[in-house]
């Protein structure tokens, strides 16, 4: 704001906002009915002024991204500084998600399946995690899109990440996240992810298993027909880990319930 306020004024403004959108007064008129009590959470609230960025730097984090403010000398004479801003993702969801590819890893450690077949189910279960998963679900007789995974959930990235607006321990994460949970977990890098065996392919053929490739890219398992996998394309990846695409009566099986199987095989759920 271009104004000076004390904390207090703000809060108060945000409690009669509150109070005005998400409170029916006429509710509290029946006594059956509870009033509303939304209400901000005091705990999650952060009031940043401008002198305190001017100290240190000041940080909030909102839905899992991180904020940080900092400050620079304009060079005016008057000794004004200029604020800028970085976004990151918390360290609460890094950790998060880490432990997730970790999980992963031991499943498949721990997996008395054949090592092909267990390799297999874990180069697909990195690739969907590591993009955006795009499918249809049915709810009477009306289909809802659903998209999932880590690159939905901090897309508005995307655009800050060959720039300075993303912090560095966001950026490093995203490159090296998954490469390091194998090491953490003592397991070499399988094939898939394998930088030395790829050394003479091009970049765009070992990339699919990298959180910051897969986000510049939007990378996405379109799992829609006539836009995405089609019905022989999705047979054939399921396939791949051992889903059967034809029922007990060798016919075809419904393309929504291959969808359905992968998904939960893959760890994305449906």
């Known amino acids: 704001m271009n104004q000076h306020y004390e904390e207090k004024?703000?809060?108060?403004?945000?409690?009669?906002?509150?109070?005005?959108i998400f409170?029916?007064?006429?509710?509290?008129?029946d006594k059956k009915c509870?009033?509303?009590?939304?209400?901000?959470?005091?705990?999650?609230?952060?009031?940043?002024?401008?002198?305190?960025?001017?100290?240190?730097?000041?940080?909030?984090?909102?839905?899992?991204?991180?904020?940080?403010?900092h400050s620079e000398s304009n060079g005016k004479m008057n000794g004004s500084l200029d604020i800028s801003v970085q976004?990151?993702?918390?360290?609460?969801?890094r950790e998060k998600y880490k432990?997730?590819?970790k999980k992963l890893i031991r499943e498949y450690k721990n997996s008395d399946d054949e090592e092909k077949k267990k390799l297999e189910l874990l180069r697909h279960q990195i690739a969907a995690f590591t993009r955006r998963t795009v499918y249809l679900t049915k709810k009477s007789n009306t289909y809802i899109w659903k998209v999932k995974g880590?690159?939905?959930?901090?897309?508005?990235?995307?655009?800050?990440?060959?720039?300075?607006?993303?912090d560095k321990a966001t950026t490093t994460f995203l490159k090296t996240m998954v490469e390091e949970a194998f090491k953490e977990e003592k397991m070499?890098?399988?094939?898939?992810?394998?930088?030395?065996k790829n050394k003479?392919?091009?970049?765009?053929?070992?990339?699919?298993?990298?959180?910051?490739?897969n986000m510049k890219r939007n990378r996405t398992l379109l799992l829609v027909q006539h836009i995405g996998y089609n019905a022989k394309s999705l047979r054939a990846l399921c396939k791949q880990i051992d889903i059967l695409p034809t029922d007990c009566h060798k016919k075809w099986r419904d393309y929504d319930k291959l969808v359905r199987e992968y998904l939960i095989k893959v760890k994305v759920g449906y």
């Open 9 to 20: 004024g703000i809060v108060s403004v945000l409690d009669t906002a509150v109070k005005e």
């Open 23 to 29: 409170r029916n007064q006429s509710i509290g008129l």
């Open 34 to 69: 509870k009033t509303c009590k939304t209400s901000l959470n005091r705990k999650k609230f952060s009031y940043i002024a401008r002198r305190e960025i001017g100290e240190h730097e000041k940080m909030f984090d909102f839905l899992g991204y991180n904020f940080t403010f």
């Open 87 to 93: 976004y990151g993702i918390t360290l609460e969801k």
């Open 99 to 101: 432990k997730r590819v």
């Open 150 to 166: 880590f690159i939905s959930n901090y897309g508005e990235l995307r655009d800050y990440l060959e720039t300075d607006h993303v």
């Open 188 to 196: 070499a890098l399988p094939y898939f992810m394998n930088h030395e």
């Open 200 to 213: 003479k392919a091009k970049k765009e053929e070992f990339c699919g298993y990298n959180l910051y490739d």
